[in-house]
């Protein structure tokens, strides 16, 4: 570590979790971003007064974090539990735990960079007590795939108990490349489990395992904490013979080779890094800032913008462009310095209490094929997550530059697009961000102004709501493997007749039923103005028309209104395009039904024997009927819905918990024969009525195939019935994340030759 580094970094922010008992800190933990902390199981199970290695997730979940040397204390939850499992090893796995806070961490505790752990490591803990004096050094000896294990220094403080859960900081202090576990010691480890078989305590001297940081990031994605993953920040691990370094040094030395400039310029870099002033010390090496520059967060475009702004002797843009390319190999360096990113947070939180809405809708036309952060994939925006939208939005780029200009960053593209919906002051403050980090970043004001101008397009017509009119969940089980887990992706129907995905996230995830109805209720509230039930179709295989998505848990919209199930949030009707697909007349057959305005709806019942006797009524007698009511048995009403779909009538409805004739009478307060256009609309309000009735109630199941309403999904993208094929994507795509997600995003793609444009 360099002079200018040890002055600069300092002990950094510690934060320690705090036992309920008598509030002294029993470990550590690691800001990961304003309102999450992650830590060990085993500090949580001890500040709640547990055995340290209990694997039940507390019941009593809420403790206490502290920060600044514990004067600044913060209620915590539990919300991802992995329990520390004892192996045949001295040293246990699992052990991690994320805690949400209940209000944001103090504004000087930034969030903890990460980095690859590696072997030969020189790493850093402080106690969770804060105190600067208690920092212990060790070195890492060994890593597998799992553990990391390291041995500490004979001089100074020893990693003890207290620990376990703080960040082992790397050598520059810039980042943190793992968690601190245990250790093996006389009489158990920090962890308070005993050390045994192969090694005892008096064979090892200051022995500590840890979680690198790349198994901490595997765990929480396989526990399905990926949302937790893709908010953390990253940092970029120094190796020997860097040709980036190389490279960055020759650009420092044509930018910065006077010392006194250079010592300047640093000084300034410190600062808006939040470091302490390194005074009376020398300029650094150029080649010790260009390792400070690959490996500190921001501080690349930081130094540019320092650069830039230097006065009448600062860089012109165009001299800083190498530097700022350079900077784009490098995923810790971000596309925004410092300040760059505060004034935009500020900025889109103050949208975001205004309209949480509008950063999702911005998103979807500024990038429209470009797969969205998933914060920006449901309805709103939680004023949390802004600053994890805008680390990922950093990532996408054009690699093709416009007219020698270099490309509108996405992330810019969206800005403006937010900014042109967005109320006075918080846009006039976003169209001010736009501008200056384009004159930072050497973009013409042309590039910019074109796509400031597609945003106040797009803005007015934003203003006067979105024309959806309609949404369709296309439901695919996920196969005797898991058949209660479901695939679903959604589509809107627009007013103009346009058809047009949603992008959500989700498309090749398996669902649980509640997790499907969430995703609906937040797709409606994105599409459709407050107070208007959006109609939902929800369009299954011939296996689906049984299942009782009706009934699925929407999930609670906010903390004071309880959930309710789909089918009395909305009109949910059901499709089932595989009969068209199996049925070569069926689609003109269909639509002859439906447009006859002379119509008569068909009641089957005890009369009617059987399927034979049904088509023969549907083909001759009734072979004008757009709507059948069906009762009966359950195996005979199933054999009879079929006939029904086959035949091409567009409108059935049944009661679904029918045991046979006897129970016809439970759907007639909704009038099944009534006026057909309001039947989704009765149905409804039978499903609303039915939850508070005691006698029991009918449970009605509603085919409702309106043929100018969808095509057939599969027309639009391969079916999720069929096998994959491959998707070409928009160039403002991230480069490849080392922290891969498990649940990919998929492109948000138009209908050909529908909506707005085509890849």
């Known amino acids: 570590m360099t002079g200018w580094q040890r002055a600069a970094a300092g002990a950094p922010p510690v934060v320690a979790v705090l036992a309920r008992a008598d509030e002294a800190a029993v470990g550590a933990a690691a800001l990961l971003s304003a309102h999450r902390v992650l830590t060990c199981a085993h500090v949580v199970n001890e500040a709640l007064g547990l055995a340290p290695l209990s694997e039940s997730r507390p019941v009593e979940d809420v403790l206490q974090v502290g920060f600044e040397r514990r004067t600044v204390r913060i209620k915590a939850q539990i919300e991802v539990w992995l329990p520390p499992r004892r192996g045949g090893d001295a040293a246990w ?7 949400a806070l209940s209000e944001p961490a103090p504004p000087g505790t930034a969030p903890v960079a990460w980095t690859e752990m590696a072997q030969g490591q020189r790493l850093r803990a402080w106690h969770g007590c804060g105190d600067p004096i208690t920092f212990a050094d060790a070195r890492l000896k060994l890593l597998d795939d799992r553990l990391g294990y390291l041995d500490g220094e004979f001089s100074g403080a020893a990693i003890g108990p207290g620990f376990s859960g703080g960040p082992l900081w790397t050598e520059c202090g810039t980042g943190a490349a793992g968690l601190v576990v245990g250790r093996l010691a006389h009489g158990g480890s920090a962890g308070g489990g005993e050390a045994g078989h192969g090694v005892r305590a008096g064979q090892t001297v200051r022995r500590t395992w840890a979680l690198p940081w790349q198994a901490i990031r595997e765990q929480l994605y396989a526990a399905g904490a990926a949302a937790v993953v893709d908010g953390c920040r990253t940092t970029r691990t120094p190796m020997p013979d860097d040709p980036v370094a190389a ?15 250079r010592a300047d310029h640093v000084r300034r870099l410190h600062a808006e890094l939040g470091r302490a002033p390194a005074h009376g010390a020398p300029a650094p090496a150029v080649e010790e800032l260009a390792a400070d520059l690959l490996a500190a967060p921001r501080a690349l475009p930081t130094l540019s913008e320092s650069l830039a702004t230097a ?50 809708r911005a998103a979807r036309e500024a990038l429209r094929f470009t797969p969205l952060p998933r914060p920006l994939c449901t309805a709103r925006l939680r ?19 416009v007219s020698g200009s270099p490309p509108v960053p996405p992330l810019v593209h969206f800005v403006e697009y937010v900014a042109a919906a967005a109320e006075p002051g918080p846009g006039d403050a976003l169209r001010v961000w736009s501008e200056r980090v384009c004159a930072r970043l050497g973009v013409h004001a042309a590039a910019r102004d074109q796509r400031r101008a597609d945003a106040t397009h797009w803005g007015a017509v934003a203003s006067r709501g979105e024309p959806v009119v309609r949404l369709l969940a296309e439901l695919a089980q996920d196969g005797p493997r898991e058949p209660e887990r479901y695939r679903c992706r959604l589509w809107q129907r627009l007013a103009d007749g346009g058809i047009r995905r949603v992008e959500t996230g989700t498309s090749e995830a398996t669902l649980t039923p509640q997790q499907v109805g ?97 088509a023969a009524l549907l083909t001759v007698g009734h072979h004008d009927a757009n709507q059948v009511v069906l009762h009966g048995p359950p195996a005979l009403r199933g054999q009879l819905l079929e006939v ?83 998707h070409l994507t928009d160039p403002d795509v991230p480069p490849q994340r080392m922290d891969h997600d498990p649940l990919p995003s998929t492109t948000p793609t138009p209908a050909p030759g529908r909506g707005a444009g085509s890849a």
């Open 93 to 99: 796995q699992g052990d991690l735990c994320v805690l």
């Open 311 to 360: 006065g009448p002797y600062g860089a012109r843009p165009e001299q800083l462009t190498p530097l700022l390319a350079l900077g784009r190999a490098v995923t810790a360096a971000g596309l925004l310095s410092m300040s760059e990113f505060a004034s935009l947070e500020r900025a889109l939180s103050q949208v975001v209490a205004a309209d949480a809405t509008l950063p999702a």
């Open 247 to 261: 490279e960055l040094v020759v650009l420092l030395r044509s930018l910065l080779g006077d010392p006194a400039v």
């Open 518 to 614: 969430a995703l609906i209720r937040e797709a409606a509230e994105l599409s459709a103005p407050a107070g208007t039930p959006l109609a939902v179709d929800v369009a299954v295989d011939r296996v689906g028309l049984h299942l009782p998505v009706d009934e699925w848990d929407a999930g609670s919209p906010n903390e004071f209104v309880p959930s309710l199930p789909l089918g009395v949030c909305y009109p949910l009707t059901l499709r089932c395009p595989e009969m068209s697909r199996r049925v070569p007349r069926r689609e003109a057959e269909h639509r002859r039904r439906w447009a006859d305005g002379h119509g008569r709806p068909l009641v089957v019942d005890g009369t009617h024997a059987d399927a034979r006797q049904v």
């Open 644 to 726: 029904c779909l086959a035949l091409g009538v567009p409108v059935v409805l049944w009661d679904r918990d029918a045991r046979g004739d006897g129970d016809a009478d439970r759907l007639d307060p909704l009038s099944p024969t009534g006026l057909l256009h309001r039947l989704p609309d009765r149905v409804r309000e039978f499903r609303g009525q039915a939850l508070s009735s005691r006698p029991a109630a009918g449970r009605p199941s509603l085919v409702w195939e309106e043929p100018t309403a969808w095509e057939d999904p599969s027309t639009w993208e391969p079916s999720m019935w069929e096998a994959p094929r491959t």
């Open 383 to 401: 004023e949390p997550e802004v600053a994890t939208v805008i680390a990922r939005l950093e990532e996408y780029h054009d690699p093709v530059p």
